[in-house]
């Protein structure tokens, strides 16, 4: 799919779908009468009758082969002028793209000026115009069997047109990094919607190499017998029940920039969570190939950020495994050295994602980071918390805490904050041992932070984000089609982007 700006012009080649904002209670089609007479007076009647009253969310359309700017024209409510949010605007473009889809409209046309209202610029909505645009058109294919007469995908191209001509310089670039953004999305859902059959730790190893390559970063994959070597008990327990190996997969990016500071992104790649001799039930269980989301946004996230040319040293960290039941799995009971030193009793195979974190996390003190950020479907209970709309997000230090939150406000991924009181950390410790992965069933998603801060290097700014609720979806979203929703590159990316010393607190 392209999306594109342009100059609007009374007499412009055909799309099939034009698309117009209007604010509820705004009679005054003036701008559309200058556009199309027809259709001006066609929505008038359509508004005067109360047919369309331009309530967020509703939709006219009228067909009619005279019309100038395509056949159809469309009209989406935005609500209120006053009450426009973001939100509001990356609801209204999913709509548009959803009615392009069903009408199989490929050449869509939006006049872009209807939508500034509110408080936000030109700018803004021509990046959400863009990366929605590209999220909401997004379908995983590659196992549809196409039929002969299927028509292909629609729209395959969404065009702005506006009359600010001027503004074409600041909104074009704004458009760019837009498009940069959501295809690192779009690459995320890619991966992770490829099931556990397809996407081992191997696989998800050598698709880390091929963006690396395309890219341009450094890329080192530590396998079995490395592993063995370092230490990584945590990352070979947990993939003992696999007949695959595990990685630890290591991306870099930006040496050069190290003077500015480094910051370390880890992410949980359990390729396929099965819980281990801990079983999980099997209603539900085909959703755990999800359970590779933190590892494919930060592999995702290292490609973006090559893109954008940040001026940051990134290295992003992937523990893979399958957590299976062949082979020679780990029995609960099990005490494992982890790569720290310290020792874990494993209470229950189905917290693995704590034991493959907690080396890769104490692995950081390699790169002496300034910041580490890990992302991982780690507990049940963050999903039950906030389902899937809102991120857990922990740390020891809350201005990097601050930080992600206010990335989280700005893309929509929004994150919601957790304590880590000492008090927490109690029901790990254990009798045999310095700890177990598993607190006493309560505040789970708490407890799971606290095991990671165990691994994390000393006195090094740290943030948890738990995204088991947000990684996929369940049911189709205005923005995002059932399945993997590539949720934390665009918070990632963000928060990157906009990274200085008052990211984090003084050392
Ligand atoms: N991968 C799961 C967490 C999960 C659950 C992610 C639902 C997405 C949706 C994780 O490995 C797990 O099984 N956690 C257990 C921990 C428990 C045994 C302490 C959980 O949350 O039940
Ligand atoms: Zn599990
Ligand atoms: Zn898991």
Known sequence: MKVSLAGLTKSPSKADLFVVGCFKGEKDLKAIKKIDPAFAKVAEAAISKKRFEGKAGETFSSYQAGYRQASEILLIGLG?????????????????IAAANARKALKVRVFADSFVGGDLPAGEIAKTFTEISFLAAYRFTPYKTRKKDDPPPAPDSVELVTEAKELFPLVRPVMAHAEKVAKAVLFARDLNNEPGNVMNPPRLAQEAKKLAAEKKLKCRVLGLAELKKMGMNGILAVNRGSVTSPALIIMEYGQGYKSN?????????VTFDTGGISIKPSKGMEEMKYDKSGAIAVIATMGLVADLKLPLHIVGLVPAVENNVANDPQRPGDIIRMYNGKTVEVMNT????????????????????????DAATLTGMCHHTFGDKTCGILGTDQKLVDALMEAGQKTGERCWQLPLWDEYGECIKSHHSDLKNVGDGYAGTITAAMFLKEFVPAKTPWVHLDIAGTAYCSQNRFDCQKGATGFGVRLFAEALSNWSSESISAA
């Open 350 to 373: 189905d917290a693995e994602g704590r034991l493959i974190l907690a080396d890769a996390l104490s692995f950081c003190a390699e790169y002496k980071p300034a910041a580490i950020i």
């Open 261 to 269: 500071g480094t910051v370390c992104l880890v992410g949980k790649g």
């Open 80 to 96: 209120e002028r006053k009450d426009f949010k973001p939100e509001s605007l990356r609801k209204a473009v999913g709509t548009m």
